[in-house]
């Protein structure tokens, strides 16, 4: 794990600066679509699944559904993670959601036709930031996995229309911070995660004062510095297609 030493950052990074990121496309041999995604020391694993059919609320409507699982590996964490066998935590439950809602927002579901995209990410390594960079990396996943299922002549065309990524923002005594690592989520004032489109809309915000109240000031400060990320992250997405 990471830690920040009094004032300086992991990394030796600025208050706006993110930490190296990394995106390996086809990490997997058999996956449609994989991506090792790492953000410092964070690090989810992503592939993506494309079956034919829908669950019966779709049936008939031409329309197709993605989903994402997420999970922690017990090794992922300084204290072992328990498998999540007798259910899901709330927390999981929310982070597969929110990755499944962000990766919905920039495809076109009738185009896609009647099949079911499955997104996993597993995270293999945890040191904040992992719901933000699942969906960066989840993003590339689906990406190249519909590409195999359109060479395989399954689709007409690639239905996505746009990318998306996600990053964290925060207080951190009294720092505003982008892209939190864990010694920093853990301690700070307030929490944000930030999920945008390659346009500039924004899919999802989640913000909470942890240990403060904010204002519209405050608010408009931490959008501006995790706007800042989400262009690098958008521009390092491009870079990853192009390689």
Not at 90 to 96: A, K, L, P, V
Not at 104 to 130: H, K, M, N, P, Y
Request: hydrophobic share 40%.
């Amino acid at each position: 794990m990471t830690t920040m030493i009094g004032g300086q950052r992991a990394h030796a990074r600025s208050n706006d600066e993110m930490r190296p990121v990394r995106f390996t496309r086809k990490y997997l041999k058999d996956a449609q679509g994989s991506c090792l995604v790492e953000f410092g020391d964070t690090r989810v694993l992503c592939a993506a699944t494309v079956d034919d059919g829908v669950a019966s609320w779709l049936k008939g409507t031409g329309r197709g559904w993605i989903t994402a699982e997420y999970s922690m590996l017990p090794a992922s964490t300084a204290k072992r993670t328990r498998r999540e066998t007798h259910g899901q935590t709330g927390r999981t439950q929310e982070i597969q959601r929110l990755i499944g809602r962000s990766l919905r927002s920039v495809v076109d579901l009738s185009a896609l036709g009647e099949c079911t995209v499955t997104v996993d990410c597993d995270v293999i390594q945890a040191d904040g930031g992992t719901r933000t960079a699942a969906i960066s990396g989840a993003w590339l996943a689906l990406h190249d996995a519909l590409a195999t299922w359109q060479r395989a002549g399954k689709l007409k065309g690639n239905p996505i229309f746009d990318q998306v990524v996600a990053v964290s923002v925060g207080l951190v005594a009294g720092r505003t911070l982008l892209d939190l690592d864990y010694h920093e989520d853990s301690r700070a004032e307030i929490d944000m995660n930030l999920v945008q489109c390659g346009s500039g809309e924004f899919v999802e915000l989640q913000g909470t004062g942890e240990q403060t109240t904010f204002d519209r000031s405050r608010l408009n400060t931490l959008l501006d510095i995790g706007e800042k990320g989400l262009r690098e992250l958008l521009a390092l997405q491009k870079a990853a297609l192009e390689a």
